[in-house]
């Protein structure tokens, strides 16, 4: 059972810095393709970053040059490295991973079949 769970939100003020991690179990975890999403209230869920099986990146443009996705096999953990935040980076941020079957669109949510619950990032101006 595919297991994704995140943690690294939390307060900061604009032009800060936060690092998120998704802690990824029950797979195996090089082959698939994975990615960041975040949701703000009323809004739909969008992508933000995402990385396939041979590390190719994809960002969302509004998070181009701030943003970094990065992984590691040996630990089964994906990162999000967030710098010059800004209060419109506020919201939930999800993990997602994709079975390898599935077609990489890194960015599209319905790439994806596995979630994670979500951590708060809220950036204060």
């Known amino acids: 059972q595919v297991q994704l769970v995140e943690s690294g939100g939390g307060s900061v003020q604009a032009g800060g810095s936060l690092r998120l991690s998704c802690a990824a179990s029950g797979y195996t975890y090089s082959r698939y393709c994975m990615g960041w999403f975040r949701q703000a209230p009323g809004k739909e869920r969008e992508g933000v970053a995402g990385?396939?099986?041979?590390?190719?990146?994809s960002y969302a443009d509004p998070v181009k040059g701030r943003f970094t996705i990065f992984k590691d096999n040996a630990k089964n953990t994906l990162y999000l490295q967030m710098n010059s935040l800004k209060p419109e980076d506020n919201g939930m941020y999800y993990c997602?991973?994709?079975?390898?079957?599935?077609?990489?669109?890194?960015?599209?949510?319905?790439?994806?079949?596995?979630w994670g619950q979500g951590t708060q990032v809220t950036v204060s101006s």
């Open positions: 997602a991973a994709a079975s390898p079957a599935r077609i990489c669109a890194r960015l599209s949510k319905f790439t994806y079949n596995y």
């Open positions: 990385i396939d099986s041979s590390g190719a990146t």
